[in-house]
């Protein structure tokens, strides 16, 4: 994990900052390897500081890198920081993305005049794009697990069962696979309610003939993984098998176009001009895709309003989708790792449609 305090220190030059704070539980995890819920780290030229609270002194010790000075405090983990701080002029960063209007003023207010509090963006977030092996390994795995209990809820069938029955049935069989969760809050759409892309699973029973999105995750080692597939209960009719082709289509070729270099607006055009030219635009309202990591949902992202481009080392969703309000919903997502030469696809359910009881 060095290497990260080391780029993240090569950064401060470009954004014209003398040292970083890092408040993200997200990006102090990414830069310490420390999983507990409150800690802060202060970046400098020469200064890497870990501050703490009482009950995660241990935590710490285990988890944090060597390459950290480790601090305890009683008081706000700002004030640690302040006390840290070179000697001189200088403009401190933080991350304005995750830092509260409030926060911002309380810290303002105690920092010394010497030091200018300069909104930085999100450099951790830039570093966190491109994955190390371990990293994408990590989601390989993660993916693998999610797949299994995919496999085995669906050897059960779908008939008969609530939404939420076959939602507590995955997120419970992921845990029981060593996950210690579900990435995000999984989705299980039935019927019409397929058509709302992020519907929240009920009670009402799913029936032989309805087309069920299930999209759902695993959260294994800190990594996430994200993926969706729509199958159709005991039988599906000539309309939904169309919709189904369609998008299945749309979501080939996006993953085609995934590599080094490729624009994320541009991969974005390649899936949505297939859906928009057999006259179903209007029907796929989202972008195309995200990244996934230690966060389920980050950098880089797939649309239309993206100046992203991919990069080798990038995993990124690809989940076209086609929502008729009232009848049915298909997505259809794989999250794949851009490669120099392309991608590879990580999650390894079929995707053609899969008929169940």
Not at 284 to 302: I, Q
């Amino acid at each position: 994990m060095s290497w990260r305090a080391e780029r993240l220190t090569e950064l401060l030059g470009e954004l014209e900052l003398d040292a970083m704070l890092i408040s993200s539980g997200v990006n102090v995890r990414y830069l310490t390897g420390f999983t507990g819920s409150n800690g802060l780290v202060l970046i400098a030229p020469g200064v890497r500081l870990f501050v703490t609270d009482f009950r995660y002194v241990e935590r710490a010790a285990a988890e944090v890198d060597e390459t950290y000075e480790r601090r305890q405090t009683s008081t706000e983990l700002f004030d640690a920081a302040i006390d840290a701080l070179p000697p001189a002029q200088l403009r401190l960063g933080f991350e304005d993305t995750h830092v509260t209007v409030s926060q911002h003023e309380r810290w303002r207010e105690k920092l010394p005049q010497r030091v200018e509090l300069a909104a930085a963006g999100a450099p951790v977030e830039t570093l966190r794009r491109t994955k190390e092996p371990r990293e994408a390994q990590a989601i390989r795995q993660a993916c693998r697990l999610a797949d299994e209990a995919f496999e085995r809820v669906l050897a059960g069938g779908m008939a008969g069962r609530s939404e939420r029955e076959v939602t507590l049935a995955l997120d419970r069989t992921m845990q029981d696979l060593g996950a210690s969760g579900p990435s995000f809050e999984t989705i299980v759409a039935a019927g019409p309610n397929g058509a709302m892309p992020h519907a929240t699973p009920g009670e009402g029973l799913i029936a032989p003939g309805d087309l069920v999105v299930i999209d759902w995750g695993a959260k294994l080692d800190g990594y996430c993984s994200d993926c969706t597939r729509t199958v159709a209960v005991a039988q599906a009719d000539d309309a939904a098998r169309e919709i189904y082709e369609l998008v299945l289509q749309a979501q080939r070729i996006g993953v085609d176009a995934v590599r080094p270099g490729a624009g994320a607006q541009a991969v974005d055009s390649a899936a949505r001009a297939v859906i928009g030219q057999a006259g179903h635009a209007e029907h796929f309202g989202h972008g195309l895709g995200h990244g996934v990591g230690l966060e389920v949902h980050e950098a880089p992202r797939l649309s239309q309003r993206s100046e992203d481009e991919l990069a080798s080392g990038n995993t990124v969703t690809v989940e076209p989708g086609v929502y008729l309000p009232g009848e049915f919903g298909v997505r259809i997502e794989d999250l794949v790792l851009v490669t120099d030469d392309g991608c590879e696809i990580l999650t390894s359910v079929p995707k053609e449609l899969l008929v169940t009881d």
